[in-house]
């Protein structure tokens, strides 16, 4: 048995993944950039009296903003706390 090219694959290999592990963390990172523009995009446009849509599909319209708690009104008299990560979109009218 060569132990010479077992060792140059091993290698080969090893350097092989390597390449693919940087290639994936630039793609990641690159991703997890526009996920966190986004958010920080959504975030900023809350504002009391917009109309904003929840994970769950619900519609209402901020009455109170409180750090971060939001109190929505979802019908007429009815208000409900929610955290301000919950919110999916801001809904323009």
Same mark, same amino acid.
């Given at each position: 048995?060569?132990? !010479?090219? %077992?060792?140059?694959?091993?290698?080969?290999?090893?350097?092989?993944? +390597? /390449? *693919?592990? &940087?290639?994936?963390? *630039? /793609?990641?990172? =690159?991703?997890?950039? @526009?996920? =966190? $523009?986004?958010?920080?995009?959504? $975030?900023?446009? &809350? $504002?009391?009296?917009? =109309?904003?849509?929840?994970?769950? +599909? &619900?519609? +209402?319209? %901020?009455?109170?903003? @409180?750090?971060? #708690? %939001?109190?929505? !009104?979802?019908? @007429?008299?009815?208000?409900?706390? &929610?955290? =301000?990560?919950? /919110? $999916?979109?801001? #809904?323009? !009218?």
């Amino acid at each position: 048995m060569n132990w !010479e090219v %077992i060792m140059w694959s091993c290698v080969t290999v090893i350097v092989l993944l +390597g /390449i *693919f592990a &940087i290639i994936l963390t *630039f /793609i990641s990172a =690159r991703n997890m950039r @526009k996920n =966190r $523009q986004a958010m920080q995009e959504l $975030q900023n446009k &809350i $504002q009391i009296g917009a =109309r904003v849509l929840f994970g769950g +599909g &619900i519609y +209402g319209k %901020i009455v109170r903003i @409180k750090d971060d #708690v %939001i109190d929505v !009104e979802m019908a @007429k008299g009815l208000v409900v706390q &929610i955290s =301000r990560y919950g /919110i $999916q979109d801001v #809904v323009s !009218e």
